[in-house]
């Protein structure tokens, strides 16, 4: 082989390993610091696992300032908003910065809704994944209970009774009661359609479509998958299995149908993914044969870095 051609062939598969693995230090670099809000029974790290399971390191290893916080695991939207806020204006004072992008799964989506929408100054971009935003057919279901029953008051003791363990276990600085009623209420259809009529920004006009993509200075984006069975060795495919029998022959992630997590500019409403999937739970266990959910943060954290955000 002449001395060009090995030349010419090193210098191609140089500039082929350049193409396939984007590696720059700042690949996640975002101006702002990013704030990731839990849902329901939700933590930041419970007994040394983190709720949002190797996301926040993956978007540090590309330069991005992470931030997770932790609110109430049961509570109505805009009081777990109101102690999100808290912990936002925390985070700008101690950053340096102005502003923060929210990213919120689940019962996160409306709590970093109510953020934005009573405290626009402070949020860049809202980044709803898996979100009710239209509310869940599962709150529906179990909203089926007769209100101020017997069955009532024993359902929200105990699941009440779990947030509180959750709390302790997590060691979290929540002090406030748990509210099961107060949650269910939140994200039933009713209730939810309540809340946007409050804070109806970035929501879309039509059934399953896009939201505005900027409202009071602040983008609007969001996510979520349709797949509630994705990983044989995972022990919560069982239970989302079943949730999602609660839709019909509605495209669900088990607990959120693939319309309802509609807000803003729609990214992808169908990835192979659960509920559980959408926050890399549990313990990486989603399916081999859908983008790995770190992957998505980090182009997503990408996205917001080159909108300047």
Known sequence: MHNRTRLSLALGIIAT???????????????YPIVLAHGML???????????????????????????????????SEKRGEQLLAQVESIVAISGKQKVNLIGHSHGGPTIRYVAAVRPDLVASVTSVGAPHKGSKAADFIR??????????????????????????SGSNTTSPQNALGALESLNSVGAAQFNARFPQGLPTS???QGAYSVNGVRYYSWGGTSPLTNVFDVSDALLGATSLTFGFEANDGLVGRCSSHLGMVIRDNYRMNHLDEVNQVFGLTS???TNPTSVYRQHANRLRNAGL
């Open 17 to 31: 390993v350049a193409i396939c693995v984007p590696a720059q230090a700042d690949y996640t670099q975002t101006k």
């Open 42 to 76: 939700g933590f930041d790290k419970l007994l040394g696992v983190n709720y949002w399971y190797g996301i926040p390191s993956a978007l540090r290893s590309g330069g991005a300032t992470v931030y997770s916080t932790s609110v109430s695991q049961l509570d109505t």
């Open 144 to 169: 089926n209970v007769p209100e101020g029953s017997a069955g009532e008051a024993a359902v929200a003791g105990i699941v009440n009774g779990l947030g509180a363990l959750i709390n302790f276990l």
């Open 207 to 209: 059934s399953c479509g």
């Open 288 to 290: 081999i044969f859908e």
